[in-house]
């Protein structure tokens, strides 16, 4: 097999604790992610770019298929731009809950009280619309393959929404569905399809979420 033009290898940057301390760090950590909730009640108190450009930098830093890093955020500020990306999400909305979506989804979406109104998608200061490429262009336009492209973008937005938790800013995982209208309103190649649309900045002072109780570790988690 020939290695030409491979990257050198390196040193592992690896930091291993002693158990006591990996838990330490480790439940500072979980109780931290554990206070994470979506929100759909945003402010449009302005965050500043430097923040969204480091929780876009943790995101990157995720694994993904043959190193391809499969993903592109678009970030969306200009107000005109997310009026029409507002009006495309509840025509679709409108749709979905006047019809498209079963009497059981509907039923199941109750407990969070959601309707085809997207408010925040306006008021927020930063949208992220994160897209994944199904395949790659290399610099003379010819298709480049990609691997795990699903499994990858799905990581990286884990990380982003983690990120942003941390960072102190309130995140929404909204997939307006079809979501083909964000390929067409923020001009994306012809490789790429909308993922994830996710509001970032901070919560309303007034701002509700419903009661809801998580599975614990142990109903999720199988020992063999």
């Known amino acids: 097999m020939m290695h030409d033009n491979l990257p050198s290898m390196i040193r592992l940057n690896f930091q291993r604790y002693e158990p006591e301390e990996s838990l330490h760090r480790l439940s500072e950590f979980t109780e931290d992610l554990c206070c994470r909730r979506t929100v759909r009640h945003f402010s449009s108190d302005p965050v500043d770019p430097a923040v969204i450009r480091e929780v876009l930098r943790a995101a990157n830093s995720a694994p993904s298929g043959a190193n391809k890093q499969p993903w592109s ?51 927020v200061p930063f949208l992220v619309v994160v897209f994944a490429q199904s395949y790659g262009l290399n610099e003379s336009g010819e298709k480049a393959k990609h691997y795990y492209v699903q499994e990858s973008v799905g990581i990286a937005c884990g990380m982003l929404i983690a990120a942003a938790h941390r960072a102190g800013l309130a995140t929404l995982t909204h997939t307006p569905s079809p979501m083909g209208f964000l390929g067409r309103i923020l001009e994306r190649p012809e490789n790429e399809r909308a993922y994830l649309l996710i509001p970032l900045g901070y919560p309303a002072e007034d701002a509700q979420v419903p009661d809801l109780a998580k599975k614990s570790v142990d109903d999720v988690t199988i020992w063999k």
Do not use: C
């Not at 678009?74 to 409108?94: C, F, G, Q, S, W």
């Open 73 to 123: 955020f678009v970030v969306v500020t200009d107000p005109d731009l997310k009026r029409e990306i507002r009006k495309a999400a509840e025509e679709e909305e409108k749709k979905n809950y006047g019809g498209r979506m079963s009497q059981e989804w509907l039923g199941d979406l109750q407990q969070f009280r959601t309707d085809w109104n997207k408010e925040y998608i306006e008021k």
